[in-house]
């Protein structure tokens, strides 16, 4: 009986550390990446109430609030095809004076990315429905108050056709489904090296995103003509506008 306990024993000991062996090998959570987005107007960093800038037409502008949601961020490797989509992939950037906005995905399996893709805006699967939580919840005064779906972006302040004459209110809320957009990047298009992420290891990728692109090409916008832009059929020429030219990666770190 003696040695029946003994080996029993053993045999704890061996399942234990098989058992301690799986639990370490389940700790490894992949790789962290960050997003390092710094908000710039016209090429200068970007300052909330004080600094007056023009737009593509010449009007003189102050923002005064500016958010919008980047989502469902993806990674892939065009040369195996292999991606990586961040679950629930939902974050609302509140740029703030002179700060990058910072976004952390725990989790990336390791491995070797080439492109990049992430959406500004609020999928149609999550927009039919304002019932969320996180950068979703609608606490954060991006939903619509007298309709299903959200702001995908929020940019708000004063302007007039001079640094003098800024008496006038602009309000523009982005939002709905055909304003959906899909920015996708090619590190090596962009002569960057790819993204080598590997298990606890940490790697950023820096992003400028310029709001003055949003009223320059490829539609000149005017403040005096589209002070107030919502649900109207000009929402999209403002989001084809900041699809297109906003947003630039600039560095894998």
């Not at 920015?183 to 590997?198: A, G, R």
């Amino acid at each position: 009986m003696k040695y029946i306990n003994i080996i029993t024993s053993f045999l704890l000991l061996l399942g234990l550390s098989s058992c301690q062996e799986e639990s370490t090998d389940d700790m490894v959570q992949g790789a962290t990446l960050t997003l390092n987005l710094t908000h710039l107007v016209n090429g200068e960093v970007l300052m909330l109430n004080t600094q007056t800038y023009a737009n593509a037409v010449g009007e003189s502008f102050v923002i005064q609030d500016f958010k919008y949601y980047l989502s469902n961020v993806k990674l892939r490797n065009s040369s195996t095809g292999a991606f990586y989509l961040e679950p629930y992939s939902y974050h609302l950037v509140r740029p703030e004076d002179g700060e990058a906005f910072r976004i952390e995905i725990d989790g990336v399996p390791a491995g070797e990315y080439n492109e990049v893709e992430f959406a500004i805006g609020v999928d149609n699967a999550a927009n039919t429905s304002t019932d969320k939580v996180g950068a979703l919840d609608p606490s954060n005064e991006m939903a619509w108050d007298w309709n299903t779906g959200y702001k995908f972006l929020l940019l708000e302040g004063q302007f007039g056709a001079s640094e003098e004459g800024m008496h006038d209110a602009y309000v523009y809320h982005i939002g709905g489904d055909p304003n959906y957009r899909v920015l996708k990047f090619n590190l090596k298009q962009l002569s960057l090296p790819t993204l080598s992420l590997e298990n606890n290891g940490m790697q950023s990728l820096a992003i400028e995103a310029d709001v003055a692109a949003m009223f320059a090409e490829p539609n000149p916008v005017s403040f005096a003509e589209h002070p107030v832009v919502m649900h109207d059929p000009f929402s999209q020429s403002v989001a084809d506008n900041y699809a297109a030219n906003m947003f630039e990666i600039t560095a894998v770190e």
